[in-house]
C-alpha cells in the first residue's frame, strides 16, 4: 500500500538468478588473478622448453579462467533463468567450433591443393 491509499502489487518470479556475494566476488577475483599470474609466470620464465606444451598449458589455463569468470562473476549455472542461459552458452559454444573447424579445414585443404609444389616449380623454370 502507498502513502496516497493505493494498494500496489509486486510480483516476484521464482526463478531469479541470484547475486553473488562479497565472498563469491572474492574467490572469483583471486581465482582469475592466480589464473593469470601462472601462466604469465611459466611464459616469462621459460619454465617449459616445448612451445607446443607451453602453448596447451596456457590454454588449459584460459579456458579454466573462462570458467571461473562463468561462475563467479556471470553467475551461470543451469538453475538461472530456467536453464535458458546454459543453453545459449552451449549454442554459442557449438557455433564456434563448426566455424573455427570449418575455417581450419578450408584453410588446410586450399594450403594442400592450391600450392605449387617445389617440383612444379622447378618445371615452370
Same mark, same amino acid.
Given at each position: 500500500?502507498?502513502?496516497?491509499? +493505493?494498494?500496489?502489487?509486486?510480483?516476484? !518470479?521464482?526463478?531469479?538468478?541470484?547475486?553473488g556475494?562479497?565472498?563469491?566476488?572474492?574467490?572469483?577475483?583471486?581465482?582469475?588473478?592466480i /589464473?593469470?599470474?601462472?601462466? @604469465?609466470?611459466?611464459?616469462?620464465?621459460?619454465?617449459?622448453?616445448?612451445?607446443? +606444451?607451453?602453448?596447451?598449458l596456457?590454454?588449459? @589455463?584460459? /579456458?579454466?579462467? =573462462?570458467?571461473?569468470?562463468?561462475?563467479?562473476?556471470? $553467475?551461470? *549455472?543451469?538453475? !538461472?533463468?530456467?536453464?535458458?542461459?546454459?543453453?545459449?552458452? =552451449?549454442?554459442?559454444?557449438? /557455433?564456434?567450433? =563448426?566455424?573455427?573447424?570449418?575455417?581450419?579445414? =578450408?584453410?588446410? $585443404?586450399l *594450403?594442400?591443393?592450391?600450392?605449387?609444389t617445389?617440383?612444379?616449380?622447378?618445371?615452370?623454370?
Amino acid at each position: 500500500m502507498t502513502s496516497d491509499g +493505493v494498494h500496489v502489487e509486486v510480483l516476484h !518470479s521464482g526463478d531469479q538468478a541470484g547475486h553473488g556475494s562479497r565472498k563469491g566476488y572474492l574467490t572469483g577475483f583471486i581465482l582469475s588473478v592466480i /589464473l593469470t599470474a601462472v601462466p @604469465f609466470w611459466l611464459v616469462m620464465n621459460h619454465v617449459l622448453t616445448d612451445p607446443r +606444451v607451453m602453448a596447451g598449458l596456457v590454454m588449459g @589455463f584460459a /579456458l579454466v579462467q =573462462i570458467v571461473v569468470h562463468m561462475v563467479y562473476f556471470l $553467475h551461470m *549455472n543451469t538453475k !538461472s533463468e530456467g536453464g535458458w542461459t546454459m543453453l545459449a552458452l =552451449i549454442f554459442t559454444v557449438v /557455433l564456434v567450433v =563448426i566455424a573455427l573447424a570449418g575455417s581450419l579445414w =578450408i584453410m588446410y $585443404h586450399l *594450403n594442400t591443393n592450391m600450392m605449387p609444389t617445389m617440383q612444379n616449380m622447378r618445371d615452370m623454370s
